[in-house]
């Protein structure tokens, strides 16, 4: 089956304890991203990798590092998180092609206090 | 830079009544525009896209909905409604011409009542 698969789903930490959010997908996408989702903010994006060791910024990239050095996996690494970073986070994949439809990873529930 | 402007936050509605989920965007080159749908404690999934040619675009579920550059819209619309539709969707736009940046609307929760 095609997915994109995202652990762990619920996380609950204490500020400055790092932690990595792990996403994998086994469609032979190209195309990965992070986005976090807030109440009345919708989805924005954290980061995006284009291929194997290109990465780049999102719209709301401080506090959060990426890597992409398989294609099939884009970890999303909070080196010190803090409660502000309490959030529904999603990984998504999609193929190389503007239109091509998204696929969403299920979700991921962090809570940081 | 593109936007995506989604005017109503909730939209409480009776089963089998239709729909509209209205859409607005702002972009000064073309683009392509999505509508995903998120139930409960689940991820996106997309109901449909509008990338170019005919301006109805049918989506699954039975929704569709209509293009309009000279109103920079893409509502979406259901002509009745099922209890199963209640879920937060989401209008999304990217350039054409590059960038490689999705971006969404605020949503629109959808709540149908017996």
């Known amino acids: 089956e095609a997915q994109v698969t995202q652990n762990p789903r619920y996380l609950i930490t204490v500020t400055g304890k790092k932690l990595t959010v792990t996403c994998s997908q086994n469609?032979?996408?190209?195309?990965m991203s992070w986005y976090r989702q807030d109440p009345g903010l919708g989805l924005r994006q954290i980061y995006y990798?284009?291929?194997?060791?290109?990465?780049d910024k999102g719209d709301v990239p401080e506090g959060y590092k990426v890597s992409r050095k398989e294609k099939r996996n884009f970890p999303l690494i909070l080196e010190s998180p803090s409660p502000n970073q309490t959030s529904l986070y999603f990984c998504?994949?999609?193929?190389?092609?503007?239109?091509?439809?998204?696929?969403f990873g299920e979700g991921s529930w962090l809570t940081v206090v | 830079a593109q936007s995506v402007t989604q005017l109503d936050s909730q939209v409480p509605v009776f089963e089998e009544a239709p729909v509209e989920l209205r859409c607005n965007y702002s972009?000064?080159?073309?683009?392509?525009l999505f509508w995903y749908v998120q139930y409960p404690n689940q991820g996106l999934q997309l109901l449909l896209k509008?990338?170019?040619?005919?301006?109805l675009v049918k989506g699954i579920n039975g929704f569709e909905a209509e293009f309009n550059k000279s109103q920079t819209s893409f509502h979406l619309r259901k002509p009745s409604v099922h209890i199963s539709d209640t879920a937060e969707y989401f209008c999304?736009?990217?350039?054409?011409?590059?960038?490689?940046?999705?971006?969404f609307g605020t949503g629109t929760q959808l709540k149908v009542e017996l």
């Open positions: 998504a994949s999609r193929p190389t092609g503007l239109g091509n439809t998204i696929y």
């Open positions: 469609m032979n996408h190209e195309y």
């Open positions: 990798s284009m291929n194997v060791e290109v990465t």
């Open positions: 972009s000064s080159v073309s683009v392509y």
């Open positions: 509008y990338l170019s040619g005919s301006t």
């Open positions: 999304a736009v990217i350039l054409t011409g590059g960038g490689n940046k999705l971006t």
